[in-house]
C-alpha cells in the first residue's frame, strides 16, 4: 500500500506538474494576445508615418521650387530696394549758398552798381551730406571768390538776360573752390541790379 501510496505522490506530483504547465499555458495565451495587440499598434504607427511622409512632406523638387522661388522674391525686393536707394541717391536737391549784395563800378561806367541775389546750387542727394561739411569750412572762400567774380562781371553779363555765362563762371569757380565737381548748376534767387 505504500506503494500505491508512492504511485499517488508520483502521479500528484506530475500532475501538480501537469496542472502548473496548464496554469503556465493560461497566461502564455493571453501573452500572445499582448503580443499580438502590441505588433499591430507598432504597425499602424509605422504606417501612419509613411502615409504623413508620403503626403505631408513635400519632395524635394517642391523643396527646391519653393527655396528657389523665395530667394527671387528677396532678390527682386532687394533690388527693389537698392533701386529705390539708388533713385533717392540721385534724385536733385537744392543747396542754399547764400545771400549776396556786392556794391561795385563795372568796367566802362561810372556808375556804382549793385547786384543782390541768392544763390542756390543743386546736386545729387547722396553728396549733400559731403557738400555742408566743405561749404562750411570754406565759407569765406567762396564768399570771397563769388564777389570777385560778380564785379569783375561787365553790366551785360549781369543783365536777367544774359545770366549764363556768369552761372557757367560761378559754377566753375564753385566746383573748384569746393576740390570737386559736387555741384551740377547753380542758379539766381530774387535776383535784381541796382543803381547807386
Known amino acids: 500500500m505504500s506503494a500505491p501510496k508512492k504511485t499517488d505522490d508520483h502521479a500528484a506530483a506530475h500532475g501538480g506538474k501537469e496542472a502548473s504547465k496548464d496554469s503556465a499555458a493560461a497566461p502564455s495565451g493571453g501573452g500572445m494576445m499582448g503580443k499580438l495587440m502590441i505588433g499591430a499598434f507598432v504597425s499602424a504607427v509605422i504606417i501612419v508615418e509613411t502615409m504623413v511622409f508620403f503626403f505631408l512632406v513635400p519632395s524635394g523638387k517642391d523643396v527646391a521650387a519653393l527655396a528657389e522661388s523665395r530667394l527671387i522674391e528677396a532678390a527682386e525686393a532687394k533690388g ?34 549793385r547786384v543782390e541775389f541768392r544763390l542756390f546750387g543743386t546736386l545729387h542727394a547722396k553728396d549733400e551730406a559731403k557738400m555742408k561739411a566743405i561749404f562750411e569750412e570754406r565759407q569765406g572762400r567762396f564768399r570771397h571768390r563769388l564777389n570777385l567774380e560778380i564785379r569783375n562781371a561787365t553790366i551785360e553779363e549781369l543783365q536777367e538776360n544774359q545770366l549764363g555765362l556768369i552761372q557757367r563762371r560761378i559754377l566753375a569757380t564753385s566746383n573748384e573752390l569746393l576740390g570737386e565737381a559736387i555741384l551740377l548748376s547753380v542758379g539766381f534767387q530774387d535776383y535784381q541790379v541796382l543803381d547807386e
Open 80 to 113: 527693389l530696394a537698392k533701386s529705390e536707394s539708388k533713385e533717392e541717391e540721385l534724385k536733385i536737391v537744392e543747396f542754399d549758398l547764400g545771400a549776396f549784395g556786392p556794391s561795385f563800378i563795372p568796367v566802362g561806367s561810372d556808375v556804382l552798381h
